[in-house]
T-cell receptor, first 112, second 117 residues
């Protein structure tokens, strides 16, 4: 039973560029959440997707957008990258109606 | 302002002894609490959770206690093993009005546990 998978593992971009991160949820899960984890901090909620729609959003600017596909996989897009966007981006999946979220290994984004 | 606080950045415990990790929260609308363990270069791994209607949940060596009146929860690991050395995150899930905050997890900053052989 595959867990949550994310790609790529690492990514280096320059300021102003755009990036797309990908996530496949755990088998049987239909809900995907994205989190940003800066060094020395706990993960911060970006948004959650359910039934291909953004169900809830955290305190992140519109430069952060996402998408969920019919197979429940998801993408996180970040436009106009800033140095401060350098972080570990975590995807978590869950089953609708169940509170526990399971995390993937993350994508380490470095913005130069 | 931090709604979930883990006031101890680090904790060292001898192998075989009890590890107690603490977490405080301020939002009384939180209705579900979770503990995650994180190794370097990996994503958080779910350990154990507790609903706000309970005060204790146990799973093997791990027990979580919830004191709603004090807005405090703790994770007990007995006995501690060297493989338990990791960063532990406390997280809370909300149940706000109109669903506000009801899906996201709010995390503390983590406590680094070192179990000394």
């Amino acid at each position: 039973d595959a867990g949550v998978t994310q790609s790529p593992t690492h990514l280096i971009k320059t300021r102003g560029q755009q990036v797309t991160l990908r996530c496949s949820p755990k088998s049987g899960h239909d809900t995907v959440s994205w989190y940003q984890q800066a060094l020395g901090q706990g993960p911060q909620f970006i948004f959650q997707y359910y039934e291909e729609e953004e169900r809830q959003r955290g305190n992140f600017p519109d430069r952060f957008s996402g998408h969920q596909f019919p197979n429940y996989s998801s993408e996180l897009n970040v436009n106009a990258l800033l140095l401060g966007d350098s972080a570990l981006y975590l995807c978590a999946s869950s089953r609708s109606g169940v509170d526990t979220q399971y995390f993937g290994p993350g994508t380490r984004l470095t913005v130069l | 302002d931090q709604q979930v606080k883990q006031n101890s950045p680090s904790l060292s415990v001898q192998e075989g002894r009890i590890s107690i990790l603490n977490c405080d929260y301020t939002n009384s609308m939180f209705d579900y609490f979770l503990w995650y363990k994180k190794y370097p270069a990996e994503g958080p791994t779910f350990l154990i959770s507790i609903s706000s209607i309970k005060d204790k949940n146990e799973d093997g060596r791990f027990t979580v206690f919830l004191n709603k009146s004090a807005k405090h929860l703790s994770l007990h690991i007995v006995p501690s093993q060297p493989g338990d050395s990791a960063v532990y995150f406390c997280a809370a899930k909300g149940g706000g009005v109109s669903g506000a905050g009801s899906y996201q997890l709010t995390f503390g900053k983590g406590t680094k546990l070192s179990v000394i052989p």
